[in-house]
């Protein structure tokens, strides 16, 4: 790399830091070596890039500039003018940091005119914002089911799901991706033994693309009195006019637990949870993570208000990123998009990164994705398009995907089986 590139000098080793001599290595360090080099054999090990990102479309990596198709940044808000005015000025006014957890001495008023907005959108009674998605995946799940309780979880439900499932002591039941029958098998047998049910799915699944069946499964909790979550983190700003996936479902289609992220479509940072007021208030009362970490600052909400703004106003922009994800796989005769993000299988995780090697040397970043992000055997590259992607780019990414991955694989081998 070339350093002189970047503003900050680096160690090339990372080793002796600020010319500190270091302890020679322990059992620690010998066990996190170990580990690293038998990832390194898997190609799984994983390094850090420093990605410098000027607009909402390149970034510039190893002092090369590359077109990103791996931003979540879908409305390209990350850099909007109105964004950054509304985080300046928050900065100007209250400062930079939020100074305790929300139940202190961090709640502010910027906070809640964020939950009021979101709730509005989501068209729900109240919203709980917390430091981030993952953060509110972790505390809601514990918080509503414990010990004699159950949850269904969607086999590629992202990791932050699961986080909160394993702080929960619920029993867990993890049901074929997409698939309410499986669903319904599993409620068929074993509803009757709990209390309560939360069913746990992704509205728009991150690796995949995919869409969560959102009606079937809100017809079957109904039926069989569970309680629905969507994580949308994907969905928010970029499906059903900017409402997301919930919406995007139909009006009569009850997702009573909408959560989400605001770093995603929102261009900001932090995570939410839409639902009823007494929830909301439970919520707030006892998710640990809300209640023990330090609340969101103020500019990060300023920025998200701004942005809900722009997604409110403009639902033409809205329609873009799915628009643009639709002509890359008509062009390469994929499955058509459901959702900006489209994932293209490879199988191995030497493939994925040799394939990614290759899109780089024509000038895109396509960040190779490999287990345990995505299951054995499915490395993919995952394609995010924004609403600032142009055409004629979108066509020559296709083109270079072609040549990059010569025989294209559209089917997804069956992850691992689910276990209970
Ligand atoms: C990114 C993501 C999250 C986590 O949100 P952060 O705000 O980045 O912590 C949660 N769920 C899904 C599906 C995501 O893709």
Same mark, same amino acid.
């Given at each position: 790399m070339?350093q002189s590139?970047?503003?900050?000098?680096l160690?090339?080793?990372?080793?002796a830091?600020?010319?500190?001599?270091?302890?020679t290595m322990?059992t620690?360090d010998s066990?996190?070596?170990?580990k690293l080099?038998e990832?390194?054999r898997?190609?799984? *090990?994983?390094?850090?890039? %420093?990605?410098? !990102?000027?607009?909402g479309?390149?970034?510039? !990596?190893?002092?090369?500039?590359l %077109?990103s198709f791996s931003?979540?940044?879908y409305l390209?808000?990350?850099h909007?003018p109105a964004?950054?005015?509304a #985080?300046?000025?928050a900065i100007?006014r209250?400062g930079v940091g939020s100074?305790?957890?929300r139940?202190?001495?961090?709640n502010h008023? %910027?906070l809640?005119?964020?939950?009021?907005r979101l709730?509005r959108?989501?068209?729900t009674a109240?919203?709980?914002?917390?430091?981030?998605?993952?953060l509110?995946?972790a505390g809601i799940?514990p918080?509503l &089911?414990?010990k004699e309780?159950m949850?269904?979880i969607?086999?590629? =439900?992202?990791?932050?799901?699961?986080?909160?499932?394993q702080?929960s002591? #619920?029993?867990?039941?993890?049901? !074929?991706?997409?698939?309410?029958s499986h669903?319904?098998e599993?409620l068929r047998k074993?509803?009757?033994r709990f209390?309560?049910?939360l069913?746990?799915t992704d509205?728009v699944?991150s690796?995949?693309g995919? *869409?969560a069946?959102?009606?079937a499964l #809100?017809?079957?909790? =109904?039926a069989?009195e569970c309680?629905?979550?969507a994580?949308?983190a994907?969905?928010?700003?970029?499906i059903? #006019?900017?409402?997301?996936?919930a919406?995007a479902a139909g009006a009569d289609?009850?997702v009573?637990?909408?959560?989400?992220?605001l770093s995603? =479509? +929102?261009?900001?940072?932090?995570?939410y949870l839409?639902?009823?007021?007494?929830v +909301?208030? %439970? &919520?707030?009362?006892?998710?640990r993570t809300?209640?023990?970490?330090?609340?969101l600052?103020p500019?990060?909400a300023?920025?998200?208000?701004?942005a809900?703004?722009?997604i409110?106003t403009?639902?033409?922009?809205?329609?873009?990123?799915?628009a643009k994800?639709? *002509?890359?796989?008509?062009r390469l005769g994929?499955p058509?998009?459901?959702s900006?993000? &489209?994932?293209?299988?490879?199988?191995?995780?030497?493939a994925?990164l040799?394939?990614?090697?290759k899109?780089a040397?024509e000038?895109?970043?396509?960040?190779?994705?490999r287990p345990?992000?995505v299951?054995?055997?499915?490395?993919?590259?995952?394609?995010?398009?924004?609403?600032?992607h142009?055409?004629?780019?979108?066509l020559?990414?296709?083109?270079?995907v072609s *040549?990059a &991955?010569g025989?294209?694989r559209?089917e997804?081998?069956a992850?691992?089986?689910?276990?209970?």
């Amino acid at each position: 790399m070339a350093q002189s590139d970047w503003p900050i000098s680096l160690n090339p080793k990372g080793t002796a830091l600020h010319g500190v001599s270091l302890p020679t290595m322990g059992t620690l360090d010998s066990f996190a070596s170990e580990k690293l080099a038998e990832l390194e054999r898997a190609h799984l *090990r994983r390094r850090l890039a %420093l990605s410098l !990102r000027e607009d909402g479309l390149w970034i510039t !990596r190893n002092g090369k500039r590359l %077109l990103s198709f791996s931003c979540n940044d879908y409305l390209n808000l990350t850099h909007h003018p109105a964004l950054k005015t509304a #985080a300046i000025a928050a900065i100007e006014r209250y400062g930079v940091g939020s100074g305790a957890s929300r139940l202190v001495t961090g709640n502010h008023p %910027l906070l809640a005119e964020l939950e009021a907005r979101l709730a509005r959108l989501k068209r729900t009674a109240a919203a709980c914002v917390f430091g981030s998605g993952y953060l509110a995946n972790a505390g809601i799940v514990p918080t509503l &089911v414990g010990k004699e309780d159950m949850i269904l979880i969607d086999e590629l =439900a992202h990791a932050c799901l699961y986080a909160g499932t394993q702080l929960s002591p #619920a029993r867990t039941f993890r049901f !074929r991706h997409n698939d309410s029958s499986h669903v319904e098998e599993i409620l068929r047998k074993e509803r009757a033994r709990f209390r309560n049910v939360l069913l746990l799915t992704d509205g728009v699944f991150s690796m995949d693309g995919d *869409r969560a069946p959102l009606r079937a499964l #809100a017809a079957l909790c =109904a039926a069989h009195e569970c309680w629905l979550m969507a994580d949308d983190a994907h969905g928010l700003g970029v499906i059903g #006019a900017g409402r997301g996936s919930a919406a995007a479902a139909g009006a009569d289609v009850h997702v009573p637990l909408q959560m989400g992220t605001l770093s995603k =479509a +929102i261009g900001s940072y932090g995570g939410y949870l839409c639902a009823s007021a007494p929830v +909301i208030d %439970l &919520v707030k009362t006892r998710a640990r993570t809300f209640v023990y970490s330090t609340g969101l600052p103020p500019a990060s909400a300023a920025a998200a208000i701004a942005a809900l703004d722009i997604i409110e106003t403009d639902p033409a922009l809205t329609a873009k990123p799915l628009a643009k994800a639709r *002509r890359f796989t008509a062009r390469l005769g994929l499955p058509e998009a459901e959702s900006p993000i &489209v994932p293209l299988v490879v199988g191995s995780a030497e493939a994925a990164l040799d394939a990614a090697a290759k899109l780089a040397a024509e000038g895109f970043l396509v960040v190779p994705i490999r287990p345990p992000t995505v299951p054995a055997g499915t490395a993919r590259l995952r394609f995010a398009f924004t609403a600032g992607h142009r055409d004629d780019d979108i066509l020559r990414l296709a083109n270079a995907v072609s *040549r990059a &991955v010569g025989d294209i694989r559209t089917e997804v081998p069956a992850p691992c089986p689910p276990s209970s």
